[in-house]
């Protein structure tokens, strides 16, 4: 039996239409689809506004004790027992280290028999030259052998001085193996501990002795005219202690760096804040009001971005209602906000967070608070 094509009303064969109708699904499947439209982003802004800034520079600093005295021996040898630690308060004369007086103790010794030898040999000196003035006086001697006698006299005279403060050299030293405290205070810091083998003048502790305290902080360059022309003016500084409540103490710069700290580049200063009652290491912030200065334009510290190694904020074209990066240059900061000196006029309205995801012309809104917009 034999097949043939179906034909379709107007003689097209049926397969041939099935194949032109598959090519033409297979083709608009393969048509592009278009991209969905970039979402406007929201935005907060403000309006740049110029004003009178009185600028406060401020430090962070440190309370410590005016005078700061690291104890240690006079002499070397082994450290056999500590008396403080950290933190201890201790007295005048109070022992703080004790080291092994053996070895002194024998020096002492030896320097004492040498005394007691030196003054037997004096003293014979002195009985042999009685005789022999004797002698010359009866004629038996010349005067070049009583001269000879007379000078052997000086020099055991001169041994015997030089035994007898040897001596009281190695008496001090004996002593010099107890460390005492020179005035009253706090163990501040512990930097040898017993079994070690110190030299002469190695630090055993430091003491924080008690008195005045002062606030100690670091000065950049750029800040150390102004700083200076301060010193000792009386509450020119104030001192706001952390972790208290907020009080603030007036102090006066006693005492600024001539030279600059080699690994920080900064100047240290002390400032007095006139009080014995502050605790020992507390963090404080030192601030100094600087001149007024007038056309300050101050903006916050997150509608500041750098491009390409400059600070620019992002201004807002209110009609195109687009966004465009413009540079600035900023004079300083206040808190958490910077002082822009140049790149902005009064009335712009700029951008003040979000800047690090924009990009130059991107569509924006104004971002409209949620309970602002329901009342609306």
């Known amino acids: 039996m034999s097949s043939r094509p179906f034909v379709l009303p107007g003689g097209r064969p049926a397969v041939l ?11 608009s499947g393969c048509a592009k ?13 403000l309006k740049v506004e110029s004003g009178s800034v009185a600028a406060v520079q401020e430090f962070s600093g440190e309370v410590k004790a005016r005078t700061e005295t690291r ?22 004369g109070q022992l703080i280290a004790q080291l092994d007086p053996a070895d002194l103790k024998l020096g ?32 038996f001697i010349g005067d070049a052998e009583l001269e000879r006698r007379e000078t052997a006299l000086k020099a055991a005279q001169a041994t015997l001085d ?13 002593q010099y193996t107890r460390l005492v405290a020179e005035g009253a205070g706090v163990v501040t810091a512990v930097e040898a501990e017993p079994g070690a083998v110190v030299a002469a003048g190695t630090p055993i502790v430091r003491v924080a002795l008690d008195g005045p305290r002062d606030v100690v902080f670091s000065v950049p360059e750029d800040r150390v005219a102004e700083l200076r022309a301060l010193m000792d003016r009386a509450g020119a500084l ?17 005492e ?20 014995a009652a502050l605790r020992l290491g507390r963090t404080a912030t030192v601030a100094m009001e600087r001149p007024r200065r ?75 608070e949620p309970a602002r917009a329901a009342s609306r």
């Open 162 to 174: 030089q035994a007898r403060a040897q001596a009281g050299v190695q008496g001090n030293q004996a």
């Open 256 to 275: 600024l760096a001539a030279a600059a700290d080699a690994s920080t580049r900064t100047f240290v200063a002390k400032a007095d804040v006139g009080t």
């Open 17 to 27: 239409s099935s194949l032109v109708l598959g090519l033409a699904l297979g083709l």
């Open 71 to 92: 104890l240690s021996f006079r002499v070397g040898g082994k450290l056999v027992r500590r008396e403080v630690d950290l933190g201890d308060t201790v007295r005048p």
């Open 108 to 139: 002492q010794e030896a320097a004492a028999a040498a005394l007691r030898a030196a003054q037997v040999q004096a003293e014979q000196t002195g009985a042999d030259l009685k005789r022999y003035r004797e002698l010359h006086a009866q004629g």
């Open 294 to 368: 007038d056309g300050q334009i101050r903006l916050p510290l997150a509608a500041v971005a750098e491009q390409g190694g400059r600070s620019v904020v992002w201004v807002l074209d209110a009609q195109a209602m687009t966004v465009r990066p413009q540079p600035v240059r900023v004079s300083g900061a206040d808190g958490n906000q910077v002082l822009v000196a140049e790149g902005l006029q009064p009335g712009q309205e700029v951008v003040g967070a979000g800047v690090h995801v924009l990009t130059p012309g991107q569509k924006v809104r104004r971002y409209v």
């Open 33 to 45: 689809k278009e991209s969905a439209p970039e979402p406007v982003k929201a935005v907060r802004t």
């Open 238 to 254: 104030q001192v706001r202690l952390w972790g208290g409540d907020g009080e603030t103490l007036p102090a006066t710069l006693r």
